[in-house]
């Protein structure tokens, strides 16, 4: 009976599989393995039954390894963690305002004295002026 409601299961997240290959993979393979580690199986046997179910969809052994080890320490979330930090970008409507006076005011300023003043990386300074402002480098020859 546990072998065909887990099938069932797994047809079910197969089929959301299909629409949502993403959000998926990051819930739905950990969600299952949940549901096969409290049933006590295995990692072989859980992985064996991913693959019979997914095929090329299925998550690798070690991936299933992993997963069973993280239960196995009493952690069952099967969402990424959020982590701190500083965001990727830094780009606001202010600093792409600043960086627009500073060029109108002095049109030969380059990039690195732009990121000097303002605190910023120089590549993101030069993503700004080129993405958000749409400006770009015009040669006199």
């Given amino acids: 009976m546990c072998r065909i409601a887990s099938l069932f299961l797994l047809q079910r997240l197969k089929r959301k599989h299909v629409r949502r290959r993403a959000r998926f993979q990051q819930h739905g393979d950990a969600s299952c393995q ?5 049933q006590g199986k295995a990692p072989k046997e859980i992985h064996a039954i991913l693959t019979e179910t997914l095929v090329e969809h299925a998550p690798s052994y070690a991936t ?3 997963w069973v080890a993280k239960f196995k320490r009493g952690d069952f979330s099967t969402c990424d963690v959020p982590r701190p930090g500083r965001p990727t970008t830094v780009t606001t409507p202010g600093i792409i305002d ?3 006076e500073l060029i109108l005011e002095a049109r030969h300023i380059s990039a690195k004295s732009i990121a000097e003043q303002l605190g910023i990386s120089r590549e993101r300074v030069g993503s700004i002026i080129l993405e958000d402002l749409v ?3 015009l040669s006199a020859k």
């Fill in 34 to 38: 949940v549901f096969f580690f409290l």
């Fill in 64 to 66: 299933v390894k992993n």
């Fill in 98 to 100: 600043q960086i627009h």
């Fill in 135 to 137: 400006m770009r480098k």
